[in-house]
């Protein structure tokens, strides 16, 4: 997610595992979405998310370390939160 801040942006990086379910738990036929599994309980990291400024749309990678990410993030200028199961902000 890249958040926009009062100067800047900041990248937030979270490993979810994109979970194989489909229209019979609620999504929508022709929208583009899917159903994740965060890398804690699922209040704590709405918690995180928020905390760090998380907005409404995220993007999702496929198949990629998030180190890489959090590379392109600092390559970028931005400040890079990644939350996950060590996160110590909660």
Do not use: C
């Not at 942006?9 to 595992?17: Q, S």
């Not at 019979?24 to 159903?35: H, L």
């Not at 890398?39 to 998380?54: E, I, R």
């Amino acid at each position: 997610n890249l958040a926009p801040m009062g100067e800047g942006f900041t990248l937030i990086v979270a490993p979810v595992t994109m979970q194989n379910v489909g229209l019979e738990f609620g999504a929508y036929r022709g929208a583009i979405q899917g159903w994740l599994k965060p890398p804690m309980p699922v209040p704590d990291f709405l918690k995180a998310f928020s905390l760090a400024g998380g907005t409404h749309h995220s993007a999702l990678v496929y198949g990629v370390d998030p180190r890489e990410i959090e590379a392109f993030g600092r390559m970028m200028g931005f400040d890079v939160v990644t939350i996950d199961h060590t996160d110590s902000k909660l």
